[in-house]
Nanobody, 123 residues
Framework: VQLQASGGGLVQPGGSLRLSCAAS????????MGWFRQAPGKEREFVAG????????SYTDSVKGRFTISRDNAKNTVYLQMNSLKPEDTAVYYC?????????????????WGRGTQVTVSS
């Protein structure tokens, strides 16, 4: 499956952004989807995941209550709504697809990756 992320940009602390990731090439609903991010000088880290049906989600602790992952299988798209953004959320954000059954923070379980989109939180 091919993935294309979009929606990044520059936002002030406390602001919001919604990232989108459009999929093509395979049956989107067969994939668990995840969002990861990588800040300069740091390893890529799991942000959020969603199962194939969109019912079960998971988040890293630092974004719980602020970020929401969702998907629209009819539109082959997964979203990441980011609210109350903080400077430490600044990173390149990547969407990824996995053929695993459940969501996982393990990036090695994700088979396909999109090109990242930059999110910068700064005043």
């Amino acid at each position: 499956v091919q993935l294309q992320a979009s929606g990044g940009g520059l936002v002030q602390p406390g602001g919001s952004l919604r990232l989108s990731c459009a999929a093509s090439g395979r049956t989107f609903s067969n994939y668990v989807m995840g969002w990861f991010r990588q800040a300069p000088g740091k390893e890529r880290e799991f942000v959020a995941g969603i199962d194939r049906s969109g019912v079960t989600t998971s988040y890293t602790d630092s974004v719980k209550g602020r970020f929401t992952i969702s998907r629209d299988n009819a539109k082959n798209t997964v979203y990441l709504q980011m609210n109350s953004l903080k400077p430490e959320d600044t990173a390149v954000y990547y969407c990824a697809a996995s053929t695993a059954i459940w969501t996982s923070p393990n990036l090695n379980l994700y088979n396909s990756w999109g090109r990242g989109t930059q999110v910068t939180v700064s005043s």
